[in-house]
């Protein structure tokens, strides 16, 4: 499986944008990248995924390398509600796998007030 | 409102005995599965189930036994034979089993074995 690379932690202020990276240098022409993130204690929950475009919906933007190997998860005002593990993580439509979510260990993003 | 329910939230049993986790989805979703979280890790697959009535192992099966008797809901049984049972469970169900699907997530159980 392709292998994604993410920061351990990012901090960021209340009401400012926030960037979160993703590695992913192994790619493949198939694997769209997905975001997920989990708030403390909870389950995580879906923010985002594309293919090759950028990607808006009203969670956060997807922004993504003309190559494809990095991306960018974009928060566009960080409030404290968003303090939780981000996830990056490659799906392959046509990888033949169980269908299941392959989470690394993430970014753990605080939000200070 | 549609929705994964776990419970309970939080369990605590005695080493040696069988656990039974319960996880409801109303979503209408035909595949559901099952993950295991460590302190600090990211998730790790026990079983899946892409239809009623029939179920898969995932990475980390060994010490656990699922059923898929009916569509909205599909328990989890740790058993003794589990080496190290206290973890976060998390149930998650999505339209299908597929790369693409987005997968919706309960609240999770943690499992704590004295």
């Known amino acids: 499986d392709a292998k994604t690379t993410q920061p351990n932690s990012m901090e960021s202020n209340e009401e400012e944008p926030v960037h979160l990276p993703c590695n992913h240098s192994?790619?493949?022409?198939?694997?769209?990248i997905h975001w997920y993130r989990q708030l403390p204690s909870q389950g995580p929950e879906y923010v985002i995924h594309?293919?090759?475009s950028n990607v808006n919906n009203r969670m956060a933007s997807l922004a993504i390398a003309e190559d494809r190997k990095s991306s960018t998860l974009i928060l566009h005002r960080a409030t404290l509600r968003d303090a939780a593990v981000y996830y990056c993580?490659?799906?392959?439509?046509?990888?033949?796998?169980?269908?299941?979510?392959?989470f690394g260990k993430g970014t753990k993003l605080s939000v200070k007030p | 409102d549609g929705g994964i329910t776990q419970s309970p939230k939080y369990l605590f049993r005695k080493e040696g005995q069988n656990v039974t986790l319960s996880c409801e989805q109303n979503?209408?979703?035909?595949?559901m599965y099952w993950y295991r979280q460590d302190p600090g890790q990211g998730l790790r697959l026990i079983y899946y189930?892409?239809?009623?009535?029939?179920?898969q192992k995932g990475d980390i099966a060994e010490g656990y036994s699922v059923s898929r008797e009916k569509k909205e809901s599909f328990p989890l049984t740790v058993t003794s034979a589990q080496k190290n049972p206290t973890a976060f469970y998390l149930c998650?169900?999505?339209?299908?089993?597929?790369?693409?699907?987005?997968?919706?997530f309960g609240p999770g159980t943690r499992l704590t074995v004295l």
């Open positions: 192994t790619i493949s022409g198939t694997d769209y």
């Open positions: 993580i490659l799906r392959d439509p046509y990888g033949g796998s169980q269908g299941n979510l392959i």
């Open positions: 594309g293919l090759t």
């Open positions: 998650a169900s999505s339209i299908m089993v597929s790369e693409l699907n987005e997968q919706f």
């Open positions: 189930s892409q239809i009623v009535n029939d179920f």
């Open positions: 979503l209408n979703h035909d595949a």
